[in-house]
């Protein structure tokens, strides 16, 4: 079924009460494969390191999110990346999941730009047309708790391979779902510096 039809097919079915609320599981099946290139599906490839299997490590250069399996080996995802000076490096851990998440705008997000963000400023519930997509990491580090940082999926996969968020990594919405599988709460995330000189190193 597609989206439009969904949609128009949902606010056919309200009445004038109350709108009949639809699960969040409900969603998953209006995503679509995001139809971008054979090159930036998820595929399994050897990395020069050998890390520690069930780690995340973002590379920022070549917009790849990698996924450590045994044995020098990872899965890499095709990402978008924060734009210049919202981009933060450093090391995380995924303190939360969730599925077809909520979105607010951070203080300074509303500050920054009040025409596109000040209208969601009390929130934005889950569902297709929600910025966070389909799932969300959420990364926090010690003493500091929740950084807003996100690893999301998005509804927009032509924004993947390039510098569009405000500091988070976005996947497409057909693969978030398969990294979100797989990936425990309590893991290690490392965002590796967008600036030259200090890369990744898989």
Not at 71 to 83: D, N, P
């Amino acid at each position: 079924m597609q989206r439009r039809s969904f949609l128009a097919g949902s606010a056919a079915l309200m009445s004038a009460g109350a709108p009949i609320p639809v699960l969040a599981q409900d969603y998953d099946s209006l995503i679509t494969p995001s139809g971008l290139a054979e090159e930036m599906q998820p595929r399994e490839i050897r990395i020069r390191n050998d890390f520690e299997p069930g780690e995340i490590h973002v590379d920022p250069a070549a917009f790849a999110l990698y996924w450590t399996l045994p044995k020098k080996k990872a899965i890499r995802y095709s990402v978008g990346i924060g734009r210049k000076g919202l981009y933060e490096s450093g090391t995380f851990t995924v303190g939360a999941k969730k599925k077809w998440p909520g979105w607010r705008p951070t203080d300074a997000m509303i500050e920054r730009n009040p025409q596109a963000y000040a209208q969601f400023a009390d929130g934005m519930p889950g569902g297709p047309d929600n910025p966070l997509g389909a799932r969300a990491l959420y990364l926090f580090v010690p003493g500091r708790g929740d950084t807003f940082l996100r690893i999301h999926g998005t509804n927009a996969p032509k924004t993947i391979g390039y510098r569009v968020s405000n500091g988070c990594a976005r996947l497409a919405n057909d693969h978030v779902l398969d990294l979100y599988e797989r990936v425990p709460l309590g893991t290690k995330v490392v965002l590796y510096s967008a600036e030259p000189g200090d890369a990744y190193t898989g």
